[in-house]
Nanobody
Framework: QVQLVESGGGSVQAGGSLRLSCVAS????????MAWFRQSLGQEREGVAA???????SYADSVKGRFTISKDNAKNTLYLQMDSLKPEDTAMYFC?????????????????WGQGTQVTVSS
């Protein structure tokens, strides 16, 4: 059973920073690809950043240079450091995991999901 629990969302002004965390069950953390997705009202879920079991990362163009995905092996925790936040970053953010997603930034390729954490950026 893969368990993912996100935290760290909140409200921040434009230009500010937040760090999201996702604690994963040990098996998923060690062996799976992991990623962050986001979904705003009326929009499809979009990939934000992904990291594979070897630490190779990928990012959506909209967040490159502003967001950083990382892992803390000692804590089985996935992070998303979000800097220079914009109002358009407002969304529910989800942590996801999968043994081998065909496309690391496509939601339908992930089988395990957390419950989400809300990020709101005001102008």
């Amino acid at each position: 059973q893969v368990q993912l629990v996100e935290s760290g969302g909140g409200s921040v002004q434009a230009g500010g920073s937040l760090r999201l965390s996702c604690v994963a069950s040990a098996h998923a953390y060690i062996n799976y690809h992991m990623a962050w997705f986001r979904q705003s009202l009326g929009q499809e879920r979009e990939g934000v950043a992904a990291i594979d079991s070897d630490g190779v990362t990928s990012y959506a163009d909209s967040v490159k240079g502003r967001f950083t995905i990382s892992k803390d092996n000692a804590k089985n925790t996935l992070y998303l450091q979000m800097d220079s936040l914009k109002p358009e970053d407002t969304a529910m953010y989800f942590c996801a995991a999968d043994p081998q997603p065909y496309d690391p930034l496509t939601s339908r390729h992930y089988g395990y999901w957390g419950q989400g954490t809300q990020v709101t950026v005001s102008s």
